[in-house]
Each structure stands twice: as structure tokens, then as C-alpha cells.
């Protein structure tokens, strides 16, 4: 366990997960909040599903209201960190432009760029929510990586294929981050 004085002198951080849907993004946030509270730090994770029930309940599916929800979460993240709770955002988050918006919200010394970088056909083959069985059988759903556009991180602080990398090989990639 950490000693209080350590914990102070740890900036807290925002680890942003972002990929398609089915990629492991929440498998890995919930992993990495798990591991990080087992070492002290107090923690939230702010997913896309969780947050579209009640925060941004507001907003759909489209390019903007998918740059406000990425928004919305970079606000909270900074929150968070400000008031020395550990953020992982686990969102879809497809543009880059809101990707470096959130980075801007946050503070560059303390986002931490993930990209989920599993494959299209992998995250297909689990889509554990239907979304692409959905989006075969309508062609009006705007399904990201699919009819709808995923610009792809270029200069991600940690690429991660979950097809490739075990969850726990993940978490200590994603935990190398800590600044102690």
C-alpha cells in the first residue's frame, strides 16, 4: 500500500481508451482501475455507455454529438485529477480532433493517449453488444469503423491489439505510466 506522502507526490492521471466498439476498452478499464486501486489510488472510470444513461443522455450517435461526449468526459477527467482521483475514460472517441480537444481539457502532462487497436474483424466477430449485427441488417446506423468514420491515433503514448496482448501483459503497460 502506498504511504500518503508517496500518493501526494503521484500526479494523478487520465488514461483515455479509445477504439472501436468490441476492441477491450471497458475489459481494460475495469482492469486497470482494479490494479490501481490494489495500490492505493483512488480512481473513476468513465465509460461511453455509462455515461450516454445519464450525463450525456442528451446526445445520439453523430459526429457532434460524439465530439461533446468526448468533451464531456475530458471536463470530468480534469476534475477528477484535480482533485487527486485517477481517471480512465473508456470511449469510442473516433475523431482526432476531439481526441486533442480532450488532451487540451486534460493537460498534456496528465493524458495519457491509449488506443485499443484491435482489429475491425476481431471486434465484429465479438460484438458483445450487437452493434454490427445491427448495423449489417440497417444500413442507416451509423456504425463506427464501419459506415462511420474512425480516425485511427497516430502519435498514441500506448498501443495495445487485445486479439494479440493478454489483459494482464495490458495492465502493466498501461500501469508503466504512474509517475511515483
Not at 508517496?6 to 475495469?30: C, D, F, M, P
Not at 465530439?67 to 469510442?92: F, P, Y
Not at 493517449?113 to 450487437?130: A, F, M, N, V
Request: glycine share 6%; hydrophobic share 40%.
Amino acid at each position: 500500500m502506498k504511504t500518503l506522502d508517496s500518493l501526494q507526490n503521484t500526479q494523478s492521471l487520465t488514461w483515455w481508451l479509445t477504439g472501436l466498439s468490441g476492441a477491450g476498452k471497458t475489459t481494460l478499464a475495469e482492469a486497470l482501475a482494479s490494479n490501481l486501486r490494489s495500490q492505493g489510488y483512488a480512481v473513476c472510470v468513465l465509460d461511453g455507455d455509462e455515461l450516454r444513461k445519464g450525463l450525456s443522455n442528451d446526445l445520439g450517435f453523430s459526429f457532434a454529438d460524439r465530439e461533446e461526449q468526448s468533451r464531456r468526459a475530458a471536463e470530468l477527467a480534469s476534475l477528477l485529477n484535480a482533485n487527486g482521483i485517477m481517471a480512465i475514460v473508456s470511449l469510442v472517441s473516433p475523431s482526432a480532433r476531439g481526441r486533442a480537444v480532450a488532451r487540451e481539457i486534460v493537460g498534456n502532462d496528465r493524458f495519457i493517449e491509449c488506443y485499443i487497436s484491435t482489429p475491425l474483424h476481431i471486434c465484429q466477430q465479438r460484438d458483445p453488444k450487437g452493434l454490427y449485427a445491427k448495423a449489417k441488417l440497417n444500413c442507416d446506423i451509423q456504425m463506427t469503423g464501419v459506415s462511420a468514420p474512425y480516425e485511427a491515433p497516430t502519435l498514441a503514448n500506448c498501443v495495445i491489439d487485445t486479439s494479440e496482448t493478454e489483459v494482464t501483459a495490458a495492465i502493466e503497460q498501461l500501469n508503466a505510466f504512474l509517475k511515483v
